[in-house]
């Protein structure tokens, strides 16, 4: 069964890293959608940073000068540095991969990352 599995949550103090890790089991390319949304208390879903099926990368507007995504293809994994914490970034964070052969996604289970102020 195909899935993906975070690793790399945490507790970190405001101005903090992390860097949180998301393997696939299945065999990823460049034309999959893969990426990272998060989920606060209360609050949708929403994207993080994602590489689209174009192979371009988007990021939301509140970590773009902080965040930097990245992609290991023949490992099947990709990465989120996360830099200059703010307590704001408290939240679940979801690794995410659509196939485009396929059309599937598929979700991690998520990783809590939690910052203190």
């Known amino acids: 069964q195909v899935h993906v599995v975070e690793s790399g949550g945490g507790l970190v103090q405001a101005g903090g890293s992390l860097r949180l890790s998301c393997a696939a089991s299945?065999?990823?390319?460049?034309?999959?959608?893969l990426g990272w949304y998060r989920q606060a208390p209360g609050k949708q879903r929403e994207v993080v940073a994602i590489?689209?099926?174009?192979?371009?990368?988007t990021y939301a507007e509140s970590v773009e000068a902080r965040f930097s995504i990245s992609r290991d293809i023949p490992k099947n994994t990709v990465a989120l540095q996360m830099n200059s914490l703010e307590a704001e970034d408290t939240a679940v964070y979801f690794c995410?991969?659509?196939?485009?052969?396929?059309?599937?996604?598929?979700w991690g289970q998520g990783t809590q990352v939690t910052v203190s102020s």
């Open positions: 995410y991969w659509r196939r485009w052969s396929t059309g599937r996604e598929y």
């Open positions: 299945g065999s990823i390319s460049s034309s999959d959608a």
């Open positions: 590489f689209t099926h174009s192979g371009s990368i």
